[in-house]
């Protein structure tokens, strides 16, 4: 039997293959430390639409379960979005979540949160974001009867998924509003 049969060779060059593979990962994912980027953000709310009370019994499936209705404060607000999120792109970038939430303390509960905006930029062609004045996707709701006056805290949050390597998540702060006193509706 020859030394360097075709098996030998094959084995070989395909472990030699891998650990090339294996370099390029770990280099890859090591360059996520030397590749820091900072967005430009900027969102606020442009305008509270609507500030309303609802009172209405909800329609449950299980008809032993008592019925408790819902009454709450409703919000629906528009968000004044500035964002260019191109230098968080480069060569090892999948695509970027950035989403907007709310968030304020109540009677009922220490902490409320609600996004009211997300959006997934999938290249650095996506990655600027201009809306003098969009509506919110989601509506504030609050259990209870603790939006009217109440200041709340708006916050911009990014993740970064890179093709291969950790995950980069961070929050900034954005400026804090105040809701109307009284009832629009």
């Known amino acids: 039997m020859p030394l360097h049969n075709v098996a030998h060779r094959m084995n070989v060059v395909l472990t030699t293959a891998f650990m090339f593979l294996l370099v390029l990962v770990a280099a890859n994912w090591l360059s996520h430390f030397a590749l820091r ?6 969102v606020s709310v ?14 449950l499936p299980d008809m032993s379960r008592k019925y408790q209705p819902l009454r709450r404060d409703v919000a629906n607000v528009s968000l004044a979005i500035s964002m260019d999120l191109t230098p968080l792109f480069h060569w090892n ?7 907007a939430y709310a968030e304020w303390p109540s009677k009922n509960n220490a902490v409320n949160q609600i996004v009211l905006w997300d959006a997934i930029a999938q290249s650095a062609d996506d990655a600027v974001l201009e809306f003098p004045a969009l509506g919110a996707e989601y509506r504030l709701s609050d259990q209870g009867f603790g939006l009217r006056g109440k200041t ?18 961070r929050e900034y702060p954005m400026p804090s509003f105040t809701m109307p006193a009284d009832y629009s509706q």
Do not use: Q, S
């Not at 980027?37 to 900027?42: F, I, N, S, V």
């Not at 709340?152 to 998540?169: D, F, K, Q, S």
């Open 152 to 169: 709340l805290n708006l916050t911009v949050v990014y993740n970064r998924i890179p093709h291969t390597g950790p995950l980069e998540w």
């Open 37 to 42: 980027a900072e967005p430009r953000l900027a």
């Open 93 to 99: 970038t999948k695509m970027v979540f950035v989403y």
């Open 46 to 59: 442009a305008k509270v639409n609507i500030l309303t009370r609802e009172d209405f019994l909800p329609r």
